[in-house]
């Protein structure tokens, strides 16, 4: 799934699409975004599909605080607490979860997308196949 960026905004109209222009300028494309709001602040988890660098860059150019963790998307049960099994797995072996969404629920199932600290050590923990493997199976 790429890098998530958790994107910290003033909360003020425009802002968020004046970050989407100098993504766009960039180059960079946004596959999938998710945007809430609290007082002042406004928060931004971006999936891009183009280089990391470039999207980074352009955020640390903007003077955006931001958390950069790698993606992955999990399957689970669709009830209510799975993910809270899921967090608990995580963070009982050290794994940060940066951000969450649900991007799909359907047949007793959710989709979730997260963002980790540690991709390697979340898949272990997750019972996901490894990067390595994942690469191996595109070929």
């Given at each position: 799934?790429?890098?998530?960026?958790?994107?910290?905004?003033p909360?003020r109209?425009?802002?968020?699409?004046?970050?989407?222009?100098?993504?766009c300028?960039?180059?960079?494309?946004?596959?999938?975004?998710?945007?809430?709001?609290?007082?002042?602040?406004?928060?931004?988890?971006?999936?891009?599909?183009?280089?990391?660098?470039?999207?980074?860059?352009?955020?640390?150019?903007?003077?955006?605080?931001?958390?950069?963790?790698?993606g992955?998307?999990?399957?689970i049960?669709?009830?209510?607490?799975?993910?809270g099994?899921?967090?608990?797995?995580?963070?009982?072996?050290?794994?940060?979860?940066?951000?969450?969404?649900?991007?799909?629920r359907?047949h007793?199932?959710?989709?979730?997308?997260?963002?980790?600290?540690?991709?390697?050590?979340a898949?272990?923990?997750?019972?996901?196949?490894?990067?390595?493997?994942?690469?191996?199976?595109a070929?």
């Amino acid at each position: 799934m790429g890098q998530q960026f958790v994107v910290q905004l003033p909360n003020r109209p425009g802002e968020l699409a004046r970050l989407a222009r100098a993504l766009c300028a960039r180059g960079v494309n946004i596959v999938q975004i998710q945007q809430s709001t609290a007082g002042d602040l406004t928060c931004a988890h971006i999936y891009t599909d183009c280089c990391d660098d470039d999207t980074t860059e352009v955020l640390r150019s903007m003077g955006y605080p931001f958390v950069a963790g790698s993606g992955l998307t999990i399957e689970i049960e669709d009830t209510p607490c799975a993910f809270g099994e899921v967090s608990d797995l995580l963070s009982g072996a050290g794994v940060n979860l940066n951000g969450c969404c649900v991007v799909d629920r359907a047949h007793g199932l959710a989709t979730w997308a997260l963002s980790v600290d540690k991709e390697d050590l979340a898949r272990e923990v997750l019972g996901l196949p490894a990067l390595h493997d994942l690469a191996g199976a595109a070929r």
